[in-house]
């Protein structure tokens, strides 16, 4: 018996091999072919990759954004290829996308994904994904915008308050007044547990405690002093040696019951109703000002709030590892580049990462440049090595 399973289990093994090792060619043969990875060049013949994507008839492509949708008509009329778009949040992209790869499926081409964590850490490392960079693009994006992923646009998580309902002007100057008693139960976000791009904004915060320092110097008049809830929990965790002003934050904000809602354009609306007495704060995106309708939805950003207003993110474009249209899928990547392909996400509040897109988008929005905001950009590294501690420290502190 031991010989038959000894046996059976070596088969067993040679089998796999053969079929990581085929998979593993094949994979190679699939990256020659579509030109990525070592086999990238800069000489890009788009005439012939038109023609082969013409071929290969359509695109499929996760989207992180809904606006996907408006771009199928438009490329179907210029190149004759579908879009199917498929309006996944970041994170669930990539687990779907792993799912799918372990099983040997591969039916997407493209990945429209705002998760740098993410993608910076495990997609990109593991060859789920590879970067690609339409020619042509060089003099236009910062060396950084282009590696180790092709940025399209910046995106951010800021606070929004009802104009219309303050004539006078924001009805708070700092994040510390989202942890005063009058905004109890007052405050709208995603579900930090729930929202890759909540926890990321939350992760932030706490990732800038001398910040959060002196701004609560400014709020209050004196230096911080820590609840005791938070020095408890300190003395009790073998991992955090001192207790800071973003942790007290968090904990103060978590037990000012904010209220958890899953649409960020929910929660625009919900801040912006012009027809309600005692209006919210909310953290959603930084575009849902495209969304301001008069005499129905009147809201802005909280511009000059203390010490920042928001949280900025890239959102990238990447070609699926076995992607089955990648002429196609190097076809919309550089479409999404262009003036054309990037007019779904021409709004105020979404910076293009092209420096001649984003100079016509200043001209008509009438905003500050991108660079001249007071957003904290996300250490993509930073969040990645601490999720796990950020959640534990989330649960405790609420």
Do not use: C
Not at 65 to 91: M, N, Q, T, W
Not at 94 to 116: C, M, P, Q, T
Not at 286 to 312: C, H, I, Q, T, W
Request: net charge negative; hydrophobic share 40%.
């Amino acid at each position: 018996m031991k010989y038959i399973k000894t046996r059976t289990i070596l088969a067993q093994a040679t089998a796999l091999s053969l079929v990581l090792s085929g998979a593993a060619l094949a994979d190679e043969a699939w990256q020659k072919a579509a030109g990525v990875g070592e086999y990238a060049t800069q000489d890009q013949d788009w005439a012939a990759i038109e023609a082969e994507a013409k071929e290969e008839g359509q695109v499929v492509v996760y989207s992180v954004s809904s606006r996907i949708a408006k771009l199928v008509d438009g490329f179907k009329e210029k190149y004759g290829i579908d879009i199917v778009g498929h309006d996944i949040p970041s994170d669930l992209q990539i687990e779907k996308l792993r799912r799918e790869h372990r099983a040997g499926i591969y039916s997407v081409d493209v990945l429209f994904n705002s998760e740098a964590p993410l993608l910076l850490n495990e997609v990109l490392p593991n060859g789920l994904a590879w970067n690609f960079v339409p020619s042509g693009l060089e003099g236009d994006l910062d060396p950084s915008e282009m590696k180790p992923f092709l940025v399209q646009r910046h995106s951010s998580r800021v606070i929004y308050y009802n104009t219309a309902l303050n004539p006078d002007g924001p009805p708070i100057d700092s994040l510390w007044d989202l942890t005063r008693e009058e905004w109890a139960g007052r405050t709208l976000l995603p579900s930090p547990l729930e929202d890759g791009l909540s926890a990321n904004f939350m992760q932030t915060i706490l990732h800038n405690p001398d910040e959060m320092a002196a701004a609560y110097e400014r709020e209050f008049g004196e230096p911080i002093t820590y609840s005791e809830d938070v020095m408890e929990m300190v003395a009790d965790s073998a991992d955090i040696e001192e207790p800071d002003a973003s942790m007290e934050w968090l904990y103060r904000f978590m037990n000012n019951e904010p209220v958890f809602q899953g649409s960020t354009t929910k929660i625009f609306r919900n801040v912006a109703d012009v027809n309600q007495d005692n209006p919210p704060l909310g953290i959603t995106t930084f575009s849902k000002m495209r969304d301001n309708e008069d005499g129905v939805y009147a809201a802005a950003p909280l511009f000059d709030l203390d010490p920042f207003f928001g949280v900025s993110y890239p959102t990238a474009l990447l070609m699926a590892d076995m992607a089955p249209h990648p002429n196609a899928a190097k076809l919309l990547i550089r479409y999404m580049m262009e003036e054309d392909g990037f007019a779904p996400w021409n709004e105020p509040g979404d910076y293009a990462a092209r420096t001649s897109l984003e100079a016509k988008q200043l001209e008509e929005f009438g905003l500050p440049k991108f660079g001249d905001l007071n957003l904290r950009a996300i250490d993509a590294d930073e969040i990645y090595y601490t999720k796990y501690g950020f959640l534990a420290l989330y649960l405790e502190l609420s």
